[in-house]
């Protein structure tokens, strides 16, 4: 079968977290050879129309979709989708709705407020999602993903919500991003892989970052530096973890169920993976990434190993996943 893998233009001078992009478009392209597919590669730099001829022109059976930004805002991954949705070409991964829809964390929380899903309160510049309590808020970027401009300082306490709106607009100015504040939650992380299977879809064993290592006082952060910055002491004391006590496995089936309501209340398809935060009052789902890193070194293909699922088989799920209604 005829495969072109679709990713982002990444000139020389990108900062690491775009860069991955390229290391998920070699293994995947490897994986698609090793099952027998013809590959080609594609680097999508924003321009629709050439997409367009370049789809036509070679046919492929399928695009295996790895598009995760356009012209440097993650926002507009969705364009690229948007136009194989339009064109009827089958393509790996959730459709344009979903991934607009699970892009904008805002929207994706408000859908599963609606849902009775848990997800913490949150305010934009407009206001608060709920009634405001006062305590300890994080200020992120609405649409960017890898942890993009989050670092320990993002976290602040608020006692009116006024104050927290204004926090918000001031990250949003500085960083040229739309931002919105979250309740921090003091508790345990996990992040949960979920990948269809056939006619279903499984989760994948969970995963929780250790923080053990972390000083007294110090906030609890998968920041920038944790994910990217091989030299900073988060990156290297922020480990995954999939051995649990006995007593975890009640808080585990929780979670797993909370990632399969989560991923079906956003219509996604091939695979996705859902973060969460734990504490005293249950689980909070923090958001649901569309299209999450598969790069062999990220921590869905950890979990992929971990289930005792090769690189190369998840590949083939994803394909099929794609294909299914064909």
Request: hydrophobic share 45%; glycine share 6%.
């Amino acid at each position: 079968m005829n495969v072109l893998v679709l990713h982002d233009a990444v000139p020389a001078t990108a900062p690491l977290d775009a860069q991955d992009t390229l290391i998920q478009a070699a293994a995947v392209s490897a994986a698609l050879e090793q099952l027998g597919h013809r590959v080609t590669r594609y680097a999508m730099c924003g321009d629709l129309a050439q997409l367009k001829d370049t789809v036509e022109r070679q046919r492929p059976a399928l695009i295996f979709n790895l598009v995760e930004s356009l012209a440097g805002f993650d926002a507009a991954a969705v364009a690229a989708a948007a136009l194989l949705d339009g064109m009827g070409v089958p393509f790996t991964g959730a459709s344009a709705a979903a991934i607009a829809l699970s892009n904008d964390k805002c929207a994706a929380k408000a859908l599963l407020v609606r849902l009775g899903l848990p997800t913490p309160p949150w305010a934009t510049t407009r206001g608060m999602q709920s009634a405001f309590r006062a305590g300890r808020y994080i200020v992120k970027r609405r649409f960017e993903h890898a942890s993009a401009g989050l670092e320990e300082d993002a976290i602040g306490h608020f006692d009116e919500a006024e104050a927290l709106r204004a926090a918000v607009a001031d990250a949003t100015r500085a960083q040229s991003r739309p931002c919105f504040g979250e309740r921090y939650i003091d508790g345990r992380e996990f992040n949960l892989a979920v990948l269809e299977d056939g006619p279903g879809r499984c989760v994948l064993p969970p995963a929780e970052i250790d923080f053990s290592s972390f000083p007294t006082g110090r906030a609890h952060v998968v920041g920038y530096r944790a994910k990217w910055d091989d030299t900073s002491f988060e990156y290297h004391n922020t480990p995954r973890r999939f051995a649990f006590d006995a007593h975890d496995q009640p808080l585990l089936d929780r979670l797993s169920a909370l990632a399969l309501e989560a991923f079906d209340a956003l219509q996604l398809s091939g695979y996705a993976r859902v973060d969460f935060r734990v504490d005293g009052d249950g689980p909070w789902i923090l958001e649901v990434n569309a299209n999450p890193c598969i790069a062999p070194d990220a921590g869905f293909a950890a979990a992929l190993a971990e289930a005792d699922i090769g690189y190369a088989q998840a590949i083939d799920r994803i394909v099929k996943s794609a294909l299914k209604d064909i």
